[in-house]
């Protein structure tokens, strides 16, 4: 009962995060007038008489399709955080620990260098082929700890991910070493942002997010039931390794899609998981659906951070997002070491 009014709460913080994200910025739009344009726009209601026509366009066309995409993109990387963490059982692991954003981040800069443009995807070029890049790095950190250990042990997968993490990052700065005319370019898209990113960016994560998020709601008892140890879980007949590769695939759908979109937005994947088990403990099927809701506000309130605190500049998300971070992954280090 405590947990069902928690999520309430919850789904209400949501509402007030969204609405100030769409609210507040270099214009100011009253929450009332946000919410009437909302209204005019979704359920074609009166549209209160005096708004700006040129607000309704910043409402709609600007800052909606913003705030959402920051919240889908920090809900996939906070919900694929939680995944990782509970299968590896490690509160400092994260999804960029099997070399997701690495692999992202090579196919991005490579798209960047070459120029490269494919007719039919158009300017989602980029995020397409960084996902796809992304994908088979952790297919590669998958395949290569299978080969060397049968059973996939946590330490395997850990030290897979952080060699083919390294190898991959040393190819980016090759290829940044020498296309340097492009070093500013790949290292803008690197920091993250959500500028500029209009309603078809919402539609292309939409998949990935379905994808994602179906398939690991699928596995919450077995992911439960993991936390007791492998031994435990092959003992209640759960094919642990089986479990583990598609929880592992599941969540790299979820952050390559959000990673290709945004950029390498850094600790969101940390912070929303282990904010959540100590509010609402370690069932997943309170974890997973409620770290994709923490993770979406964190991404909100810093991408409004990112836009306001300069304002009418911009700072990257993933330099806002690594301040509240760094002393938060410190905090969690030291208390476990204590």
């Not at 709460?9 to 007030?16: A, D, N, R």
């Not at 609405?19 to 979704?42: A, E, F």
């Not at 390794?241 to 950029?263: D, N, P």
Request: aromatic content about 10%.
């Amino acid at each position: 009962m405590k947990s069902k009014k928690l999520v309430i709460v919850s789904m209400v913080l949501v509402f007030i995060i969204i609405c100030m994200g769409i609210s507040i910025g270099s214009s100011n739009v009253s929450l009332w007038d946000s919410m009437s344009i909302l209204g005019n726009k979704i359920f074609k209601m009166r549209l209160n008489e005096g708004i700006d026509p040129k607000n309704v366009s910043i409402i709609w066309k600007l800052r909606l399709p913003r705030v959402l995409l920051a919240f889908i993109v920090g809900g996939c990387l906070a919900t694929s955080g939680a995944v990782v963490q509970s299968v590896l059982k490690n509160q400092l692991a994260s999804p960029y620990t099997l070399g997701v954003s690495s692999g992202v981040s090579f196919g991005a800069g490579f798209v960047i260098v070459s120029g490269m443009s494919i007719p039919i995807l158009g300017v989602f070029t980029l995020p397409i082929v960084g996902f796809l890049f992304g994908l088979g790095t952790v297919y590669m950190v998958i395949l290569f700890s299978s080969k060397i250990d049968k059973t996939m042990s946590n330490n395997t997968i850990i030290l897979a991910g952080m060699v083919f993490s390294l190898f991959v990052n040393a190819m980016l700065t090759t290829l940044t070493a020498l296309f340097s005319q492009d070093l500013k370019s790949i290292a803008l898209w690197q920091m993250g942002s959500f500028s500029m990113k209009g309603w078809s960016y919402v539609l292309v994560i939409i998949p990935f997010f379905i994808v994602g998020m179906l398939g690991v709601f699928r596995y919450t008892k077995e992911m439960d039931i993991l936390t007791f140890g492998e031994e435990q879980a092959k003992a209640v007949g759960v094919n642990t390794e089986k479990v583990k590769k598609k929880l592992f695939i599941y969540s790299t759908v979820l952050t390559a899609g959000a990673v290709s979109l945004s950029g390498t937005i850094g600790f969101v994947d940390l912070i929303a998981p282990h904010v959540v088990r100590k509010i609402f403990g370690s069932k997943h099927k309170y974890v997973i659906p409620m770290s994709f809701v923490f993770g979406g506000c964190l991404m909100v309130i810093t991408d409004l951070i990112a836009r306001t605190i300069v304002s009418p500049g911009e700072l990257p998300v993933g330099a806002i997002t690594a301040i509240i971070g760094a002393p938060f992954f410190a905090y969690v280090y030291f208390n476990k070491a204590r």
